[in-house]
């Protein structure tokens, strides 16, 4: 489903790798070391907390974690907290975090989903609710056309291609997201009593059951008969 929204030409431009080397140099220039090797930034000692969701056991916490780890190696002092749904909500959705590791879940079918959501319209100050959209306060003029241009194309229109890997573009260039692992759902369903679900020749839901589209799929069922 991917397949149709990535560019690698784009993606090879804007190589993600991991580089120890270039983050130390980076902060060499915004937050030097101190005599004590801890790097201080703005006359004060440079922190960053990492705010996952619960539970610890998680792969957001883990991400956490391991970030913690690398910037701790290069002199950043990092904490994780893990926090109780409401509170983690509470916290994203007004943007009073550092860094928070968490997931991605915007696009269903259509990449324009996850660019749509980054207009400048959705963006709030920081202590003011998101409300579901933008909660990286993302402003870019070049994003907000390309989004309303997309909102009114059918993604898979030959129209739709050249402003698809435009946004595609920005958004490397911008990173309000940083990509880190991306996770596969197998979804088993059982064909005995119920017939119609999603399968790979006919995906015409996403079948997973804890995503709100998963009503269509259940308006698609049809009883076998078998008892």
């Known amino acids: 489903n991917n397949d149709k929204g990535e ?10 790798v991991y580089d120890p080397k270039k983050a130390e140099a980076l902060l060499d220039e915004i937050a030097p070391k101190g005599g004590d090797g801890k790097r201080m930034y703005k006359g004060k000692p440079a922190t960053i907390e990492i705010i996952t969701p619960s539970p ?10 391991l970030l913690k780890e690398e910037l701790s190696k290069l002199g950043v002092t990092a904490s994780v907290r893990s926090l109780s749904g ?17 997931w991605v879940c915007n696009v269903s079918w259509d990449p324009q989903q ?19 959209k933008n909660r990286t306060r993302m402003r870019d003029p070049k994003m907000d056309q390309l989004a309303r241009q997309l909102a009114n194309l ?19 260039q911008r990173l309000p997201v940083i990509p880190v ?13 119920w017939t119609g679900w999603p399968t790979d020749d006919d995906l015409y839901q996403v079948p997973n059951n804890w995503w709100g589209q998963f009503m269509f799929v259940i308006g698609r069922l049809k009883p076998t008969g078998q008892k």
């Open 7 to 16: 560019n690698s030409a784009i993606a090879d431009k804007y190589k993600l």
């Open 56 to 65: 610890v056991d998680g792969a957001e916490y883990i991400i956490g974690k």
């Open 86 to 102: 409401s509170v983690h909500d509470e916290k994203v959705e007004r943007g009073n975090f550092d860094i928070t590791s968490n």
């Open 114 to 132: 996850l660019y749509s959501d980054l207009q400048s319209r959705y963006a709030q100050p920081v202590g003011k609710p998101a409300v579901g």
């Open 154 to 172: 059918d993604p898979e229109s030959p129209e739709a291609k050249p402003l698809l890997d435009q946004a595609l573009e920005v958004y490397y």
């Open 181 to 193: 692992i991306q996770t596969g759902y197998p979804s088993y369903f059982n064909t005995t009593f």
